[in-house]
């Protein structure tokens, strides 16, 4: 039998083999008599059912387990090639009442119960393919495709260390086999443990050099740490292997939107947006970086497409109606962030934006609301500190001003606007020494506009 690891679209182990079928020697009717002209007709459907594929091998497969001339072993092979068929279809169901009457007539065949695992993993159902891949591996546990299969349950069950210990026991069985090497690779990562990614991913390159996947994965431990030239040159890679991959353009394109090379990342975001129309994620990002270029018109057209595509994408909310509040549209900014925060009332920085742009309207109590429940969502971020004592110094409120002002400086105490802020807090307490203290320290540190 054929055996499967993962499907490629589940994105764990990009290299793993859809389900293929072989070509054994076509078996004997169960009663091993000669055959007559019907159960002749019989036996090739069995032999096609065996050795084509697509619709021509399903049909063939269906009328020789109606035909009645199969049982026990011979019989579980042709719902075993139909559930092969079924799954290539991604007919899922299908796929699995096959294996599983497969495995009622030869319940000790490790593949089959592989394989059905295989097709719960697609469906989503995890604990069902745990099952089967435990029993496949009680069955064989020498067959390092089956802990690989586990490992990659746990790890969509997001038990990061269960799939290391199997993929750890993958490996040792397979140490030439690029795809636990990847798969382990995913999971350390997703424990934040980068380095010992980046060095799966080292070791899946080096066995397979032309694993697309693996330099796409490590290209983004390299942007988590930090190192985006180093991320560029995987992602490069990846596009070169797999130049349809609109991911691997998005990766790209958002490592040189963090280098500031705004205009390779709208590049790059182009591209992926080209590949696949319809990932409201890329739009998002390519909005985010018009914006950052000053163009707020583009950035709200692309936070539009991205909101059309994905209505409950918060952060397309948040982006658009900042960049409305930019622009000086406040009634559209505010409607926005409403709901971007409706969408996901803990965005800090939604109501942080919403307070500024209440600020701006002049409703100073509203914008101390909202700068409030940012600081309770979020107390170590300074800015909504200092936005807030810019609202108590609009209303007069200069004590509690100069008391977030001081915050926001504990908290960052290389910003020149936080002492400028409190300069003006000190001048209208009448404190002219404080005031110029806070002034002083403002130009040693640089400062050039004032919030």
């Not at 020498?142 to 790890?155: E, I, K, L």
Request: proline letters at 4%; hydrophobic letters at 35%.
């Amino acid at each position: 039998m054929a055996r499967i690891r993962i499907l490629p679209g589940i994105a764990l182990c990009a290299a793993a083999a859809m389900w293929l079928t072989v070509a054994p020697a076509a078996a004997m009717p169960s009663d091993g008599q000669a055959t007559s002209p019907a159960a002749g007709a019989a036996a090739n459907d069995a032999d096609t059912c065996r050795r084509a594929s697509g619709d021509v091998a399903m049909a063939a497969c269906t009328r020789a387990i109606a035909s009645g001339r199969y049982a026990g072993h011979d019989l579980a092979r042709l719902h075993y090639d139909r559930a092969v068929e079924y799954a290539n279809k991604r007919n899922y169901d299908s796929a699995i009442a096959d294996f599983s009457a497969a495995i009622r007539l030869d319940p000790a065949d490790a593949d089959t119960h592989n394989d059905r695992g295989v097709a719960w993993l697609a469906k989503g159902e995890y604990d069902r393919a745990l099952a089967d891949f435990s029993e496949a591996i009680r069955l064989n546990p020498t067959d390092p495709d089956y802990h690989n299969n586990r490992g990659s349950s746990w790890q969509l069950k997001g038990d990061y260390d269960r799939a290391i210990v199997d993929y750890n026991e993958a490996i040792r069985l397979s140490p030439e086999d690029p795809c636990p090497l990847y798969n382990r690779g995913i999971a350390w990562s997703s424990k934040d443990e980068n380095d010992r990614a980046i060095a799966d991913f080292n070791e899946a390159i080096r066995l397979n050099p032309n694993y697309a996947a693996a330099f796409y994965r490590r290209g983004i431990v390299w942007t988590d740490k930090g190192d985006y030239d180093r991320a560029i040159a995987d992602y490069s890679v990846a596009i070169r292997l797999d130049p349809k991959k609109a991911d691997a353009f998005y990766a790209r394109g958002t490592a040189y939107r963090m280098k500031g090379d705004n205009d390779r990342a709208i590049s790059d975001f182009d591209e992926a947006i080209r590949l696949n129309p319809n990932d409201a994620t890329y739009y998002r990002k390519r909005g985010r970086t018009y914006d950052a270029k000053g163009n707020r018109d583009l950035a709200i057209l692309d936070y539009g497409k991205a909101i059309r595509l994905d209505p409950s994408d918060d952060g397309a909310f948040y982006s658009r109606g900042t960049a409305y509040g930019m622009k000086g549209d406040n009634d559209s900014a505010i409607a926005d962030l409403d709901e971007a925060i409706r969408l996901n009332p803990k965005s800090a920085g939604a109501f942080n934006n919403r307070g500024n742009v209440w600020r701006r309207r002049g409703d100073n109590d509203r914008a101390i609301d909202d700068y409030s429940e940012a600081i309770r969502l979020n107390p170590k971020d300074p800015s909504y500190y200092n936005n807030r004592g810019n609202a108590w110094h609009a209303r007069g409120d200069n004590d509690r001003a100069i008391a977030d002002f001081n915050e926001a400086i504990r908290l960052n105490p290389a910003n020149a606007a936080y002492y400028n802020n409190r300069r003006d807090a000190w001048l209208a307490e009448g404190d002219l020494a404080r005031a110029i203290a806070d002034a002083n320290q403002a130009t040693r540190l640089g400062a050039n506009n004032p919030n």
